[in-house]
Each structure stands twice: as C-alpha cells, then as structure tokens.
C-alpha cells in the first residue's frame, strides 16, 4: 500500500502515470529498503529537521513514501554545514529516467550511488544489460552495496568506490550515462566513455542558479549536443563545488564603481527559474547572495566571480541596493575586472528581447575538445557570452 500511495503521488507530481515500465519497476522496489534509518526533512523555515526510524517510525515511514527528497548526511563547507548527500524526490528520478530512454539491454554508467534506491530501479529496467554505479563517499558505497547484495541485485551491479568525474573506463562502452548529481560541466570521461549514440543524462548547475536537466546525445566526433529539461535540482558533483564567501572577496582598500540601475535585482535572482536560468548560462561563474539584514540598506544583492577569488586585488564582484522606498533606480557599485553586474543587465536585455523564453528552448553542444556552447532554439543560436575574458562561459570540462 505504501508503494502505491508513492506512485499516486509520483503520478500528481508529473500530471500523468510514469511511462512504462517504471510502474512495475517501482512497484517492485520499496523505497524504504535503501533509506537510512536516520533522515532529514525540510522543516519550512529554511533549514532541516531529522526522523530517525528508531525514534518516530511513522513519521519516518510517511518522509520515505512521500515525494519529497530527504538528506541522509551533511557536511562544511565554507564555514556552513550544508547537505552531503540525499534520496531524491521520486518523481525526479522518474523523470531523468524517462529521458534515459532505457531498454532491457542497455550498459548503463550512474554517477552518484546515494542510497542505492536509482541503482536498483537501473538494475530491474536494464535485466539484460549491465549497470555500474560510481560512489565518491565510501560510506555511501558500502552501505550501497550492502543493501543492493540484500535485496538481490549484487549480481545484476558493479558498486565502485571512485570520483564519479573519472566514469568508469572498465566496463566502456555505455549505452548510456545518468548522473544522479548536477554538474557545471560534463567531464570529458563521460563522453568518452558513451558510445557514439548513447546518451548522457544529467541535472545541471551554474554559479548562479541549480536548475534543469541536459539531455545529451553523443556524436560521432567524440562530441555531443542536447537539451535542457525543466526538471531536477541536485546537489552538485563534490569535484565541482566552490566554497563561496563574501570575505574571501571584500578586500580593504577596494575602490568600487557606483551607479544606477533601473533592472531589479529581483527580476533576476528572484521567482523565474526561467530567467535565472539564462542568466546562469549567460554570466558563467558568477554566485549571488541575498542581504536582508538591513545593516547598511533594506535590501542588498550581492555578486562575485567565484573562479577570480585568489585573483591580484580580489575577485569580481557589484552589490545592487534597495532602499526600501521605489523601485525605480536601484544603487549599484562594482569592482574588478569583470563588470558583474553590466552582465546581468546585458544578458536579461537579451533574454527579455528573445521573449523571455522558458528553459526547454535551451540546448548546450559540446565540442570534442571539450568547449560548452549553449544556444537557444538550435546551435546556429548561440547565448552571447561577457567578452571580457577570451572564451569565458565555454568551459573545458574537467
């Protein structure tokens, strides 16, 4: 009964039934067999409270067949703890699995074992294929690999300890590629790793914003080219992660550019995943953080060149103020090579002149030699990108 209410709320969460045969592969994967006995919930006031299965095991049960993602460990980063790792919210997962396309027989490479749970439902649709799963947390792998062995598909999966950038070159070629963790750039072992025609799915990250998924297909050059998908928020590959911190950018002595600006910061760092979207593509390796403590202004928005931090006199970065009165003009200062905050300005003029256009109409290709391009509509389209720095935005995959 438990699985069936999942599936009832995977179906509401989607508008529709999983495509087949997800519903018979679900059906025969109970999800409570890979969750840890201790998880934690979002609590609604931005942070996370725990369920430990020992304590409250109804609370628990409900957390595990509802479609919500649940934490399982945390770490540091930059000072703040933040989630490690997690069980996805299932309707997520169902989607980057139908975008998969799998067949009974496809070879199949997942980057993120996490609980296991994505690996079995893999394991059960590819019977006649094979799957390898890569882990960068030996605790997660083990314990994977534990319950994968006491549910009985150890035999159909090859559970690898390893830096899930590296793929995994000894069971090359795969049909397919699925990540079960965002990247802001695809490793350039994925695709050589993908046949020629295969498929690499992943959720996808920038600086800026944490959503969408890249549906790619693999050329024969040794490149490839998709589409982005309006789905998935994943914590980001570990190998990728930048510690961002306002102090590691803010230098005494800094003489910033004042100004105004008519664009409020809200239209881009706010509600439209759309437009933050663009922007993330479009001002590649720029963070931004929000300042409502009200110490210098009402309202602040901060931006910094996260790969520019070590740079000689600091980082990028522009604040945008509100000063609590109209939204007319908005106070601005800038600092650095990059003029931050022109960017954001240039790159929404453009997206707002191409009719605001919502992240399905996103592609990306990838070069051989490992150069992202994005593009709206078709490559003949690329997004424009800041000039002031030769190939920035066109990211070698690393």
């Keep these: 009964m438990r699985t ?16 087949d045969p ?42 595990v067949y509802s479609d919500q993602p649940l934490v399982t460990g ?3 980063l930059g000072g703040a703890r933040v989630p490690l790792s997690s069980a996805s919210a299932p309707s997520t997962v169902v989607r980057l699995l139908e975008d998969a396309g799998l067949a009974a027989d496809s070879r199949v490479l997942e980057i993120g074992t996490g609980t296991g749970f994505n690996t079995a439902l893999l394991a059960r649709r590819c019977a006649r294929g094979s799957v ?12 994977a690999a534990r319950t994968l062995r006491d549910v009985g598909l150890d035999r159909s999966v090859t559970v690898v300890a390893a830096d899930g950038t590296e793929g995994y070159a000894a069971q090359a070629p795969y049909s397919h590629v699925l990540a079960t963790c965002s990247v802001r750039a695809v490793p350039a072992a994925w ?24 549906v790619l297909d693999r050329r024969v050059d040794g490149g490839a080219e998709g589409r ?8 980001l590959i570990s190998t990728q992660r930048v510690a961002a911190d306002l102090d590691d950018v803010l230098r005494p002595g800094q003489v910033p550019v004042s100004g105004t600006s008519a664009l409020s910061p809200w239209a881009v760092a706010g509600e439209d995943l759309d437009a933050q979207f663009h922007i993330g593509l479009a001002v590649p390796g720029v963070w931004h953080s929000w300042d409502t403590s009200g110490d210098e202004v009402p309202v602040r928005l901060w931006l910094a060149d996260v790969a520019d931090a070590d740079a000689d006199g ?22 650095g090579e990059r003029r931050l905050w022109d960017e954001v300005e240039a790159a929404y003029g453009w997206w707002a002149a191409a009719g605001r256009p919502e992240i399905r109409r996103y592609g990306m290709t990838i ?3 490992g150069w992202h391009v994005p593009w709206l509509d078709s490559p003949g389209t690329p997004v424009p990108l800041p000039s002031v720095r030769t190939g920035a935005g066109r990211r070698a995959h690393g």
């Design 4 to 19: 069936e209410s999942l599936l009832a709320e995977i179906t509401a969460a989607l508008g529709r039934s999983p495509v």
């Design 74 to 76: 945390f770490t540091t």
């Design 191 to 214: 695709l050589a790793q993908t046949r020629t025609g295969g498929r690499i799915v992943t959720p996808w990250d920038s600086a800026w914003v944490c959503y969408g998924a890249l």
């Design 314 to 335: 600091g980082a990028s970065w522009a604040c945008v103020d509100w000063d609590g009165q109209q939204a007319v003009a908005f106070g601005t200062r800038q600092f």
């Design 228 to 235: 982005f998908a309006a789905h998935g928020s994943y914590m």
């Design 22 to 63: 997800w519903p018979a592969v679900l059906a025969a994967t109970p999800r409570a067999d890979f969750v840890p006995d201790r998880v934690w919930v979002r609590d609604g006031d931005g942070g996370h409270r725990l369920l430990e299965r020992g304590v409250s095991a109804g609370a628990w049960l409900a957390a």
């Design 367 to 369: 070069e051989a030699d």
């Design 132 to 143: 390898v799963t890569v882990e960068d947390v030996p605790e997660l792998s083990a314990r």
